[in-house]
Nanobody
C-alpha cells in the first residue's frame, strides 16, 4: 500500500516564504512523477508543479519564478519551496504520486497568505 503524506504549510504574510514536503512510503520501485496541486475555496483543484522520475519539472504560469519543486536525496520525497507568496496562493496544497498507472494523493496541507 502506498501512502502520501504532506507536511509544512501554515500562515505567512504576503511576500514571505514557506516550504511544504511530501513523503511517499510503501511498496513501490519508483514513481513516474510527483506533483503539487492546490485547491482554493470554491475553486477547482489546479496543478502547481510537477517533477518526473527523470527530474524534469513543470510549473503553472502563476507560480513560475516564485516556486521551486525538488526531490530529496531519498527520491521518495518532494519539496515545494514557495517564495514571494501572494494572498492568491492561499489554498490547500496536495501532493500526488504517479506510480505505474495509478495516482496516489495525500490529505493536503493548508497554506494561508495574509495581505
Amino acid at each position: 500500500q502506498v501512502q502520501v503524506v504532506e507536511s509544512g504549510g501554515g500562515l505567512v504574510q504576503a511576500g514571505g516564504s514557506l516550504s511544504v514536503s511530501c513523503a511517499v512510503s510503501g511498496s513501490f520501485f519508483s514513481f513516474n512523477a510527483m506533483g503539487w496541486y492546490r485547491q482554493a475555496p470554491g475553486k477547482q483543484r489546479e496543478l502547481v508543479a510537477t517533477i518526473t522520475g527523470g527530474g524534469s519539472t513543470n510549473y503553472a504560469d502563476s507560480v513560475k519564478g516564485r516556486f521551486t519543486i525538488s526531490r530529496g536525496a531519498a527520491k521518495n520525497t518532494v519539496y515545494l519551496q514557495m517564495n514571494s507568496l501572494e494572498p492568491e496562493d492561499t489554498a490547500v496544497y496536495y501532493c500526488k504520486a504517479e506510480i505505474l498507472s495509478r495516482n496516489f494523493w495525500g490529505q493536503g496541507t493548508q497554506v494561508t497568505v495574509s495581505s
